[in-house]
């Protein structure tokens, strides 16, 4: 499967908006967002926080022309540890959700591995920049 730079674009503009949603519900709505979940309110809104200045990383490489390729490449690999620190956080009992709580962390994960994805098959395109 090729990634045209169009569709890459496309999928880093999602990852930062959808990123800055996560963030607007975790810092606005934090308290009834902790209720319904069971993790904990200062957990969401440090990672409402992370995923603002994620968000802003992401954006500065998604209006880069060329994409750069090892911007893209570390965003990746920064998916995929938030996608191993989302399972860690559930198996190894840091929190302990609700159902809707779990269905949060693996629904994030699953999406943010799917973007991590389409990122490395990204990279396979020649006419990105080498920076």
Known sequence: MTVNPTLL???????????????????????????LTGLPRGLLAAT?????????GILLIATRDPLPRKA??????????????????LVLGWVEPTGPGYALVIGQAVVV??????????LRQPHLATA
Do not use: C, H, K, Y
Request: glycine residues 10%; without cysteine; proline residues 2%.
């Open 72 to 89: 893209v490449r570390t965003l990746a690999i920064l998916n995929l540890l938030w996608v191993v620190d989302s399972i860690a956080l």
């Open 113 to 122: 591995a799917m973007l991590a994805e389409l990122q490395l098959l990204g």
């Open 9 to 35: 674009r496309r999928v880093l503009w999602f990852d930062a908006l959808s990123g800055l949603g996560m963030a607007a519900l975790f810092l606005i709505a934090g308290g009834p967002v902790a209720e």
């Open 48 to 56: 409402g926080i992370a995923l603002v200045v994620i968000a802003g």
